[in-house]
């Protein structure tokens, strides 16, 4: 069971994530209903898979804004609450749950992030390895978030520099390793745009 220092379990989030580990073949990972402390979903509990484009579009804010590119957003708090576990590519590192064989059968976490990331990551390599990635609607805790001293800005950047890495990571053949390396600059600095915004906004 992983779950962030600043992170409240609800009652009955632990049985419900380990019922529902057991009764799955592995390798897989089961990942809580991650709410506000308002008890609203929090963005990135439940997730698309994050590609370059899907990143690019889902941080910019174009994948909701523009027509057409809806299948693009890799955030689902929006979308209709599943009755029970379903399959969701990409689950939120802040609670989840996993057996420890499969965690160390997939490498376990890729200590070569940061911050950020290395919940997508482990997400990705169960994928890779046929397991099962499922968000569980009834396990819930709620997560503070934003507690951190370190300022936005920091945050985000560290957020881009790992989704960069990650998608060098995973790709395949020459042609998507020199595409990777193309938009990693690209990356970063669509990450860095997101917290210089919210300043602008939050300005009267």
């Not at 420890?100 to 890779?128: I, K, M, N, P, T």
Request: neutral net charge; hydrophobic residues 45%; glycine residues 10%.
């Amino acid at each position: 069971m992983f779950l962030n220092p600043d992170a409240f379990l609800q009652p009955g989030c632990i049985a419900e994530l380990v019922r529902e580990v057991e009764t799955r073949a592995s390798p897989c990972i089961v990942g809580g209903r991650v709410l506000n402390a308002d008890r609203t979903e929090q963005r990135g509990a439940r997730r698309g898979d994050i590609t370059p484009m899907s990143a690019l579009l889902s941080l910019s804010g174009l994948a909701r804004r523009l027509p057409g590119l809806g299948r693009y957003e890799v955030h689902w708090e929006d979308e209709t609450l599943p009755e029970g576990a379903a399959p969701a590519p990409t689950i939120s590192g802040a609670c989840f749950c996993m057996r420890r064989s499969d965690f160390d059968a997939v490498g376990g976490f890729d200590e070569g992030y940061f911050l950020h990331v290395e919940d997508v990551d482990l997400c990705w390599r169960v994928r890779e390895a046929g397991g099962e990635v499922l968000f569980h609607p009834k396990a819930e805790v709620v997560h503070l978030g934003h507690t951190s001293l370190a300022s936005p800005l920091k945050v985000e950047f560290h957020k881009g520099v790992g989704l960069a890495r990650y998608f060098r990571k995973r790709a395949a053949g020459v042609g998507q390793q020199a595409l990777a390396w193309l938009l990693s600059p690209v990356i970063v600095a669509t990450a860095l745009v997101r917290p210089l915004m919210w300043r602008m906004k939050a300005r009267p």
